[in-house]
């Protein structure tokens, strides 16, 4: 009873550090909110620099993809969406898959609750959301 206990332990300690070490990194002179032009959609608005991985795991290996920059709060709600459906679904099929995938979507999501605080975009030409949108897939 006690290993099952221990593993969790270094599994959760694990997490955590690898959280605190990646959100560092990632948001080092680039966590504000600022008025530019989104890397997904290209609209004018408030955007601020995120980074979402996907990952897909493969029986003995696995594939990692990322997309990072300046993002709109409805692009990054978008990405966000598409790439938890595809951790979800896709990323438990190895043994690296299993280790790598619940930090994934760990970082995922504080990257999309860095998001929500964005301020919605009123004017964004629908035809430049759904180019960005048709990328995803």
């Known amino acids: 009873a006690g290993t099952p206990a221990v593993l969790a332990g270094l ?11 990646s959100g560092k990194r990632q948001t080092e002179g680039r966590d ?9 959609c290209s609209a004018q608005g408030p955007t601020r620099y995120l980074e979402f991985k996907e990952c897909r795991a493969y029986l ?3 594939q990692e993809r990322s997309i ?3 993002l709109c709060a409805s692009c990054a709600k978008n990405i966000y969406k598409a790439f938890t459906a595809a951790n ?3 990323g438990w099929w190895s043994l690296p898959g299993l280790i790598r995938n619940p930090m994934i979507l760990c970082f995922n999501h504080v990257n999309h609750q860095r998001a929500k605080a964005l301020p ?8 430049a959301h759904s180019a960005a949108r048709s990328g995803l897939n």
């Open 11 to 21: 599994a959760a300690m694990y997490l955590g550090a690898y959280l605190f070490v």
């Open 32 to 40: 504000e909110i600022k008025t530019g032009t989104c890397s997904s």
């Open 60 to 62: 003995l290996m696995r």
């Open 68 to 70: 990072k920059g300046d």
């Open 88 to 90: 979800l679904k896709l």
């Open 120 to 127: 919605a975009l009123n004017s964004i030409p629908s035809e």
